[in-house]
Structure formats: structure tokens, C-alpha cells
């Protein structure tokens, strides 16, 4: 549940010349979740996340794939 107004305002004007951007860990949405629900979150950086640990998964097993085939099944 979000907090009430009033609250979310106190909380971002606490945290007024609290510097520290990282577009992954700490961006705008953390800082505006943070805010409403007390939880810093960014749902855009968590898909980013998987789709790069999705992507280096794959290139991964690619590669050991293509060392099998030069091992074991490729004739010279």
C-alpha cells in the first residue's frame, strides 16, 4: 500500500541533496518507490537486468555448444 500523501511528500524532502544515481541501483523509479512505498524498486531496471543475465546465459551456452561440435562431431 502506498503512503499517504503527505508522507511521500516528507519522505522525498528528506531526502533533498541525498546525491547517488545509478541507472540500475539507484534511479528515479527506486527513488520514486522509495517515496510511496518505502521500498526502492525499479521494475525497468530488474527487466534489464534479467535480459542481460538472459543474454550472457545464451551466448554462453552457444559457445559451449559450438566447442562440442569442433570436439566431437566435426571431421577435419
Not at 527513488?31 to 531496471?45: E, L, M, N, P, T
Not at 543475465?53 to 551466448?59: A, C, K, N
Amino acid at each position: 500500500r502506498p503512503f499517504r500523501p503527505h508522507e511521500i511528500v516528507r519522505i522525498a524532502m528528506g531526502m533533498i541533496g541525498d546525491i547517488g544515481y545509478n541507472v540500475l541501483w539507484q534511479n528515479c523509479e527506486h527513488f520514486a518507490a522509495f517515496c510511496r512505498y518505502g521500498v526502492a524498486w525499479s521494475k525497468q531496471a530488474d527487466n534489464a537486468l534479467t535480459a542481460i543475465v538472459v543474454g550472457g546465459t545464451i551466448v554462453a551456452v552457444a559457445g559451449l555448444a559450438y566447442e562440442f561440435y569442433k570436439m566431437f562431431i566435426k571431421d577435419d
